[in-house]
């Protein structure tokens, strides 16, 4: 199994950086106050696409082969990563496929179709979607590209953490969400491979555990029919980001529901940008753990602001 | 009746600069593209108290004499200039005294006593403010600071133009909401100080449209019951106002409720930025009249972003 390095996701960002926007790192004194530390901001809910996702996918899409490109790309996703291949597959000439649940957010659907990719409804659950993908694959010839369990969607997601660092390079921890894996997995490769003294944490709602599991017992464990308002979090990692996790994140914390949706109208009122449920558990974090980042800097990796504003949580 | 100049605000620029945000200038391929034009937010939404009113307080705080510091400040607002007031004041180390309408937004409610100021309720309409206030400063010689009706305050409220234009000086339309008419003064006199050439247009509000009539009559008409989602749109221009606004402004536009909670929406949606309904305006100007900004390049004030998440008219 070949794990990235810091070198593949520098080589990422130089290939993708044409594509991307460098989103802005963001700060608030109010904030600050408030949980008595520096927080630094990747706002990623600035992405194209309105997530980090757009950096995986355009990395991977960049990556195929004249062959392959003639044939396009195929992927199941709850929302973010579907939007995020078929622009990246658009602005490249590529076709895209896209196989997604029935139960995703409105927003999140016409984003997919808004961008021309073929989309095929499925029931909501991982096996509804393996299937559903294993057959366009088979029909079209199309190249997988999985959410997070691929090389170069990794390196891809890893460049939001490159451009954090460059931007605040003197931080204490960096904190990404964890829900399959790949954001945490390239955002700890780049950080690790930056600078060792840095602790890298992993934010996972306590409805949706399986990461911390995993990673405190040192095996595998897949979530089953997690409930989370974090809705961007609910797949469970693979063999390739456990490894890459196990190897360079320090702790995994998880958060309650309640803290996630409060922290994501905090965000809101005070910093006045939209972050979805998913991107504010790294908030959460903060807020539950009042003494590990009291008088520290922490970079935090908003991963999305796709949310459907007839459906709020508060 | 003395009316500002270019230099007042650049003078009131200097002066209050320490003390603001130089907020960004965002702009959206999305919107470009479905609106056809160049649109230039000026994000107030972003300044302390999520408001362009902290620029306009923050001036006439630092005009204060000795003596008038001493026995403090009192406004009436239905809540940006409040909190705005009250910061400001706060600040610089003056007691402010605000009267604000029962039916206030809870967050604008929380914001002023968070700053520290001290609270009069009265009942939502002018009579009753005023009352309370001429009472205020009766027993306690604090000095008014009206939300718009006041040269210092108009002078402070032109200064987000002045940064506008100091970052995008080649367009052709400023848009600004109207309400009492503070920031169009301010803006409408920054603009054509600058360059004659722009044109300045008022948005307001169709269901609150007494500027229109008085900008189009010629006289002074105050407004009577305005309901409109725009709630911090509902004040009637002043003797001041007007005279300023009739010297500067090209024209008044009015806009559906639709449209405001439309555009409102879209902003959330495309840019993930927070903006209150009053806002939406400038850009409901665009989406109503698209002959008259095809192709043009037009810079839009977005006034704030408080927001009750609880009551979203969507």
Same mark, same amino acid.
């Given at each position: 199994?070949?794990?990235?390095?810091?070198?593949?996701?520098?080589?990422?960002?130089?290939?993708? !950086?044409?594509?991307?926007?460098?989103?802005? #790192?963001?700060s608030s004194q109010q904030l600050n106050k408030m949980f008595e530390c520096e927080l630094?901001?990747?706002?990623?809910?600035?992405?194209?696409?309105?997530?980090?996702?757009?950096?995986?996918?355009?990395?991977?899409?960049?990556?195929?082969?004249?062959?392959?490109? @003639? !044939?396009?790309?195929?992927?199941?996703?709850?929302?973010?990563?579907? +939007?995020?291949?078929?622009?990246?597959? $658009?602005?490249?000439?590529?076709?895209?496929?896209?196989?997604?649940? *029935?139960?995703?957010?409105?927003?999140? =659907?016409?984003?997919?179709?808004?961008?021309?990719?073929?989309?095929?409804?499925?029931?909501?659950?991982?096996? /509804?979607?393996?299937?559903? %993908?294993?057959?366009?694959?088979?029909?079209?010839?199309?190249?997988?590209?999985?959410?997070?369990?691929?090389?170069?969607?990794?390196?891809?997601?890893? %460049?939001?953490?490159?451009?954090?660092?460059?931007? =605040?390079?003197?931080?204490?921890?960096?904190? /990404?969400? #964890?829900?399959?894996?790949?954001?945490?997995?390239?955002? &700890?490769?780049?950080?690790?491979?930056?600078?060792?003294?840095?602790?890298?944490?992993?934010?996972?709602?306590?409805?949706?555990?399986?990461?911390?599991?995993?990673?405190?017992?040192?095996?595998?464990?897949? $979530?089953?029919?997690?409930? %989370?308002?974090?809705?961007?979090?609910?797949? &469970?990692?693979?063999?390739?980001?456990?490894?890459?996790?196990?190897?360079?994140?320090?702790?995994?914390?998880?958060?309650?529901?309640?803290?996630?949706?409060?922290?994501?109208?905090l965000?809101?009122?005070r910093? !006045?940008?939209?972050?979805?449920?998913?991107?504010?558990? #790294?908030? +959460?974090?903060? =807020? *539950?753990?009042?003494?590990?980042?009291r008088?520290?800097?922490?970079?935090?990796?908003?991963?999305?602001?796709?949310?459907?504003?007839? @459906?709020?949580?508060?």
């Amino acid at each position: 199994m070949k794990l990235p390095t810091i070198s593949d996701i520098m080589a990422a960002h130089g290939r993708i !950086k044409p594509y991307i926007h460098n989103t802005p #790192v963001l700060s608030s004194q109010q904030l600050n106050k408030m949980f008595e530390c520096e927080l630094y901001f990747k706002c990623e809910n600035f992405q194209r696409v309105g997530a980090f996702k757009f950096r995986g996918a355009t990395n991977a899409v960049l990556q195929l082969g004249e062959a392959e490109r @003639k !044939k396009g790309v195929v992927t199941h996703s709850s929302g973010n990563h579907a +939007a995020a291949l078929a622009l990246a597959a $658009s602005m490249n000439g590529v076709k895209a496929r896209i196989v997604m649940p *029935e139960t995703a957010p409105v927003v999140k =659907k016409n984003a997919v179709a808004d961008y021309g990719a073929e989309i095929t409804f499925c029931k909501p659950t991982l096996q /509804a979607r393996e299937e559903s %993908t294993r057959k366009i694959m088979e029909e079209t010839g199309a190249t997988l590209v999985h959410p997070y369990d691929n090389f170069n969607v990794i390196c891809g997601q890893g %460049t939001a953490a490159l451009e954090l660092l460059s931007d =605040k390079p003197d931080l204490d921890f960096v904190i /990404a969400p #964890v829900g399959g894996g790949g954001l945490m997995s390239g955002t &700890s490769t780049c950080v690790k491979g930056i600078d060792s003294k840095i602790q890298v944490i992993g934010a996972e709602p306590l409805n949706a555990n399986d990461a911390w599991k995993s990673f405190n017992s040192g095996k595998l464990v897949p $979530s089953v029919n997690p409930l %989370t308002v974090a809705d961007g979090l609910l797949t &469970s990692l693979s063999e390739l980001t456990f490894r890459i996790i196990q190897n360079n994140v320090d702790q995994i914390l998880t958060v309650s529901e309640e803290s996630i949706i409060s922290c994501m109208l905090l965000v809101w009122e005070r910093m !006045k940008i939209i972050i979805e449920p998913s991107s504010a558990t #790294v908030l +959460a974090v903060i =807020k *539950e753990n009042p003494g590990i980042f009291r008088g520290k800097k922490a970079g935090l990796i908003i991963s999305g602001g796709n949310v459907d504003f007839r @459906k709020l949580p508060f």
